[in-house]
């Protein structure tokens, strides 16, 4: 039901007619001037000026001069606080008195058009309450402006008066070689990135510390700056715009706080980072993810780095997250908050791989303490929030961190979660997640703003606004490409040739802009793996014919047919003219922002971290699986040979009156019940979701199984059995949290705690009569050790 609802919606928003071509009058601010308080405002008003003036000259070349007094001749763009300065009080008295403060950080944009007579001149001000709010107002306007080399103008019905529903709206930037593309910037392009985030909406940025990376290292050959050099820049820019300063502080990854001699050292290296920071927030420690230490000694610990912090800057937060903990430990720590209040903590993020739900946090959590996100935005599986239902070719190749715009999924879990909320500051490891994180931040601003809107305004505003409503409804094109299986799929089809279109269009420049080719090679990418599935599962279903005459023609000749079949593909390559784009775009990515698509072309730190040129050939079919019984039988007699193949051919036949069951798979599981599903439940805490994993030649119906999380089991049901028969079950148990399960059939013990084996192997099991004497049948698994309990195969069959 999840699926279909999604799917319904994604293609309904792909379907939708585009709005008709932007007409109506038009304020031309071409030659405006802006009037400003100049050097009297504050530095993060000065800041927001300089972005408006800069930005808008990168698109049209054109620099608006800045005064002091608006000219009669000229448009006219007033740029203040809504309050306290002559441009403020000049603004007042053409719009006819200041009207009512809508909140911190909120603005008003308002355009009088010229009349003839007391205007000579169209003006247009953009007014905030506060430093930020005229930093959040220019964003804004810089979403509406229609920008063109040598031209600028803006809608002349424009007006809108707003303040952010939510305080905190923040993303991680971490510069380390764990992230894709980060560890390539300079400080000027990570200053560009913050002045995107804060187009729309973003107020806080936290920062990973050059001690804080729990894996691969802290350096990389691409890096232009030292992390230590660059951890000390960033507060610096940060500061200049008024945006918040936080610092993600895991407390493992640089000394054993369970010693003594292990706290003085990480309160060592903190105090020095906290030191350096002219400006700092506050700091977000995760108790998991990484971390492994139980409540006392975190919290301990937790005290001790408030106190330093605290002498550092005084109005500094410490945020802790509740990652990790199990059921008792997490009872433990909400007792402790309940019980001591500490005054040293200033709020809870909700993060990945914590044992509770979001709403049962709160709940928790004395009222005192404020409650966040800490959503994972940049991964697709094994993750807090993966794509639902994904096709097994897209889990191989794409892998985890791949580019993933997903607006309407993204927006659909902010709507959910944020009532529970403050906000968020997101996890995330790169800018193939670019498209998430503004549609956080503008979400979580507004949460009823249109997502399709938004889309147009990124769209406007960093490709161009000719390209505004392709590129809107190119993004919503990608994420429906995820929507659905990929074979017989459509939609791949349908949105590379929209991005075609646009691409045939394009000028250099669109062509040179990062975010334009991000969506291009998806486009290019998600149809070449589509002609690969359907070439490979071709290719396997005719190697199953060909093991089929096994014993009409003999086990070896059937075996060698089988190879050169399976082998085809190496012999004559799929789609080489779309394999040759993906590649290229490849290589302009990594001129563009350096993102590193690749481990062995670009130095990505690893296949997992987007380095997606480096899986696209990971196999769609069991050939490998298929070859390694091939060369395991090899040797053996003509009947063991016959019935290797036989057990190939029939491997998913549960035989007459029997089901069987492809877990993982979301197209073949009609069995596992999965309420209440992606809707309700996006992070799959008390639903079953599909995961994927496990080594690249196994079978593939091995690398993907049904998993649940912490203590939701995992169950399926059946029905129209015989009430007379007895049933049997087969089982696959794989998975990468190696979980030990015990299974129940209607509330009576299948079989005790039971482990994956190494290889996978099927597994039998009795169904006591009494489960399916009423034509049903309800399995139940839960498990005694690992993260949850994941399944992989289920065959029941009727004896």
């Given at each position: 039901?999840?699926?279909s609802?999604?799917?319904v919606?994604?293609?309904?928003?792909?379907?939708?007619?585009?709005?008709?071509?932007?007409?109506?009058?038009?304020?031309?601010?071409?030659?405006?001037?802006?009037?400003?308080?100049?050097?009297?405002?504050?530095?993060?008003?000065?800041?927001?000026?300089?972005?408006?003036?800069?930005?808008?000259?990168?698109?049209?070349?054109?620099?608006?001069?800045?005064?002091a007094?608006?000219?009669?001749?000229?448009?006219?763009?007033?740029?203040?606080?809504?309050?306290?300065?002559?441009?403020?009080?000049?603004?007042?008295?053409?719009?006819?008195?200041?009207?009512?403060?809508?909140?911190?950080?909120?603005?008003?944009?308002?355009?009088?058009?010229?009349?003839?007579?007391?205007?000579?001149?169209?003006m247009?001000?953009?007014?905030?309450?506060?430093?930020?709010?005229?930093?959040?107002?220019?964003g804004?306007?810089?979403?509406?402006?229609?920008?063109?080399?040598?031209?600028?103008?803006?809608?002349?019905?424009?007006?809108?008066?707003?303040?952010?529903?939510?305080?905190?709206?923040?993303?991680?930037?971490?510069?380390?070689?764990?992230?894709?593309?980060?560890?390539?910037?300079?400080?000027?392009?990570?200053?560009?990135?913050?002045?995107?985030?804060?187009v729309?909406?973003?107020?806080?940025?936290?920062?990973?510390?050059?001690?804080?990376?729990?894996?691969?290292?802290?350096?990389?050959?691409?890096?232009?700056?030292?992390?230590?050099?660059?951890?000390?820049?960033?507060?610096?820019?940060?500061?200049?715009?008024?945006?918040?300063?936080?610092?993600?502080?895991?407390?493992?990854?640089?000394?054993?706080?369970?010693?003594?001699e292990?706290?003085?050292?990480?309160?060592?290296?903190?105090?020095?980072?906290f030191?350096?920071?002219?400006?700092?927030?506050g700091?977000?420690?995760?108790?998991?993810?990484?971390?492994?230490q139980?409540?006392?000694?975190v919290?301990?610990?937790?005290?001790?780095?408030?106190?330093?912090?605290?002498?550092?800057?005084?109005?500094?937060a410490?945020?802790?997250?509740?990652?990790?903990?199990?059921e008792?430990?997490?009872a433990?720590?909400?007792?402790?908050?309940r019980?001591?209040?500490?005054?040293?903590?200033?709020?809870?993020?909700?993060?990945?791989?914590?044992?509770?739900?979001?709403?049962n946090?709160?709940?928790?959590?004395?009222?005192?303490?404020?409650?966040?996100?800490?959503?994972?935005?940049?991964h697709?599986?094994?993750?807090?929030?993966?794509?639902?239902?994904?096709d097994?070719?897209?889990?191989?190749?794409l892998?985890?961190?791949?580019?993933?715009?997903?607006?309407?999924?993204?927006?659909?879990?902010v709507?959910?979660?944020?009532?529970?909320?403050?906000?968020?500051?997101s996890?995330?490891?790169?800018?193939?997640?670019?498209?998430?994180?503004?549609?956080?931040?503008?979400?979580?601003?507004?949460?009823?703003?249109?997502?399709?809107?938004?889309?147009?305004q990124?769209?406007?505003?960093?490709?161009?606004?000719?390209?505004?409503e392709?590129?809107a409804?190119?993004?919503?094109?990608?994420?429906?490409?995820?929507?659905?299986?990929?074979?017989?799929?459509?939609?791949?089809?349908k949105t590379?040739?929209?991005?075609?279109?646009?691409?045939?269009?394009?000028?250099?420049?669109?062509?040179?802009?990062?975010?334009?080719?991000?969506?291009?090679?998806?486009?290019?990418?998600?149809?070449?793996?589509?002609?690969?599935?359907?070439?490979?599962?071709?290719?396997?279903?005719?190697?199953?014919?060909?093991?089929?005459?096994?014993?009409?023609?003999?086990?070896?000749?059937?075996?060698?047919?089988?190879?050169?079949?399976?082998?085809?593909?190496?012999?004559?390559?799929?789609?080489?003219?779309?394999?040759?784009?993906?590649e290229?775009?490849?290589?302009?990515?990594f001129?563009?922002?350096?993102?590193?698509?690749?481990?062995?072309?670009?130095?990505?730190?690893?296949?997992?971290?987007?380095?997606?040129?480096?899986?696209?050939?990971?196999?769609?079919?069991?050939?490998?699986?298929?070859?390694?019984?091939?060369?395991?039988?090899?040797?053996k007699?003509?009947?063991?040979?016959?019935?290797?193949?036989?057990?190939?051919?029939?491997?998913?036949?549960?035989?007459?009156?029997?089901?069987?069951?492809d877990?993982?798979?979301?197209?073949?599981?009609?069995?596992?019940?999965?309420?209440?599903?992606?809707?309700?439940?996006?992070?799959?805490?008390?639903?079953?979701?599909?995961?994927?994993?496990?080594?690249?030649?196994?079978?593939?119906?091995?690398?993907?199984?049904?998993?649940?999380?912490?203590?939701?089991?995992?169950?399926?049901?059946?029905?129209?059995?015989?009430?007379?028969?007895?049933?049997?079950?087969?089982?696959?148990?794989?998975?990468?949290?190696?979980?030990?399960?015990?299974?129940?059939?209607?509330?009576?013990?299948?079989?005790?705690?039971v482990?994956?084996?190494?290889?996978?192997?099927r597994?039998?099991?009795?169904?006591?009569?009494?489960?399916?004497?009423?034509?049903?049948?309800?399995?139940?698994?839960?498990?005694?050790?690992?993260?949850?309990?994941?399944?992989?195969?289920?065959?029941?069959?009727?004896?």
């Open positions: 039901m999840r699926e609802l999604l799917i919606l994604l293609l309904a928003l792909v379907a939708a007619p585009a709005l008709a071509a932007e007409g109506g009058p038009m304020v031309d601010l071409t030659k405006a001037v802006l009037v400003t308080n100049g050097e009297r405002a504050p530095q993060a008003e000065r800041m927001a000026v300089s972005m408006l003036r800069e930005e808008v000259q990168k698109r049209t070349h054109v620099l608006w001069p800045e005064v007094q608006a000219p009669r001749d000229a448009p006219v763009i007033v740029v203040a606080k809504r309050a306290g300065s002559a441009a403020s009080d000049f603004a007042a008295r053409m719009l006819g008195g200041s009207s009512k403060a809508t909140g911190p950080e909120g603005f008003r944009i308002a355009v009088l058009p010229k009349d003839g007579k007391g205007r000579q001149a169209d247009v001000f953009v007014l905030g309450n506060d430093e930020r709010g005229v930093l959040f107002g220019v804004r306007l810089l979403r509406e402006l229609r920008m063109r080399p040598g031209e600028i103008t803006l809608p002349r019905g424009f007006h809108m008066q707003t303040a952010p529903q939510y305080p905190q709206r923040g993303h991680q930037l971490g510069y380390r070689p764990k992230a894709n593309a980060y560890d390539a910037w300079d400080v000027k392009r990570y200053e560009q990135y913050i002045r995107d985030l804060a729309f909406g973003t107020n806080d940025i936290e920062l990973i510390a050059s001690f804080a990376m729990d894996d691969g290292g802290t350096t990389s050959p691409l890096m232009p700056l030292d992390p230590w050099d660059m951890s000390v820049a960033l507060p610096k820019v940060l500061a200049q715009y008024g945006l918040g300063v936080w610092f993600w502080l895991p407390y493992n990854s640089d000394a054993n706080i369970a010693t003594e292990g706290v003085r050292q990480s309160l060592a290296t903190r105090e020095k980072l030191k350096a920071c002219a400006r700092l927030d700091i977000e420690v995760p108790t998991g993810d990484p971390g492994d139980p409540p006392d000694i919290l301990s610990y937790l005290e001790k780095l408030a106190g330093v912090l605290r002498s550092t800057h005084p109005n500094a410490l945020w802790s997250t509740s990652q990790g903990f199990s008792e430990q997490l433990d720590f909400y007792r402790f908050l019980e001591k209040r500490p005054n040293w903590l200033r709020g809870i993020a909700y993060g990945p791989w914590t044992h509770d739900t979001l709403a946090t709160r709940a928790m959590v004395p009222p005192l303490y404020a409650v966040r996100q800490y959503p994972d935005i940049t697709t599986v094994r993750c807090q929030y993966p794509v639902p239902g994904w097994d070719a897209f889990a191989w190749t892998n985890r961190e791949p580019i993933n715009p997903r607006p309407t999924q993204e927006a659909h879990i709507r959910l979660y944020a009532p529970e909320t403050i906000g968020f500051i996890y995330s490891d790169g800018c193939n997640d670019d498209v998430n994180k503004m549609i956080w931040s503008a979400v979580h601003w507004d949460l009823n703003d249109d997502v399709r809107e938004l889309l147009v990124y769209g406007r505003y960093f490709i161009g606004p000719d390209f505004a392709g590129v409804d190119g993004l919503l094109a990608l994420e429906a490409n995820w929507a659905k299986p990929l074979l017989g799929n459509e939609q791949i089809g590379l040739a929209l991005w075609q279109a646009m691409e045939k269009r394009a000028t250099p420049e669109v062509l040179a802009n990062w975010r334009f080719q991000q969506g291009l090679f998806r486009a290019y990418y998600d149809a070449y793996i589509q002609q690969r599935l359907i070439r490979e599962t071709a290719l396997e279903k005719e190697a199953l014919h060909q093991l089929a005459q096994a014993d009409a023609f003999g086990p070896d000749a059937a075996i060698a047919a089988a190879r050169r079949v399976l082998a085809d593909t190496d012999a004559e390559p799929v789609a080489p003219d779309l394999r040759a784009r993906v290229a775009l490849a290589g302009d990515l001129k563009s922002i350096g993102m590193q698509l690749s481990v062995e072309k670009f130095g990505a730190s690893g296949e997992e971290r987007g380095a997606v040129l480096t899986s696209m050939d990971a196999p769609l079919n069991n050939r490998y699986w298929m070859e390694g019984v091939f060369d395991h039988v090899k040797d007699d003509r009947a063991a040979k016959l019935a290797a193949l036989e057990r190939i051919v029939h491997w998913e036949d549960a035989g007459p009156g029997g089901f069987y069951d877990f993982g798979n979301p197209a073949r599981e009609p069995h596992l019940v999965k309420a209440p599903g992606w809707e309700k439940d996006p992070g799959f805490v008390l639903s079953a979701q599909d995961g994927f994993g496990g080594p690249v030649k196994a079978r593939l119906s091995w690398r993907h199984y049904a998993e649940a999380l912490y203590t939701t089991p995992l169950r399926a049901h059946y029905e129209g059995l015989d009430p007379n028969a007895l049933y049997e079950i087969q089982v696959v148990y794989a998975g990468r949290y190696n979980a030990t399960m015990v299974l129940e059939a209607g509330g009576v013990q299948v079989h005790g705690p482990a994956p084996t190494n290889p996978p192997t597994m039998a099991f009795a169904i006591p009569h009494a489960a399916t004497a009423k034509g049903v049948l309800d399995l139940t698994w839960t498990h005694t050790t690992g993260r949850g309990p994941q399944v992989a195969e289920v065959w029941l069959i009727k004896k």
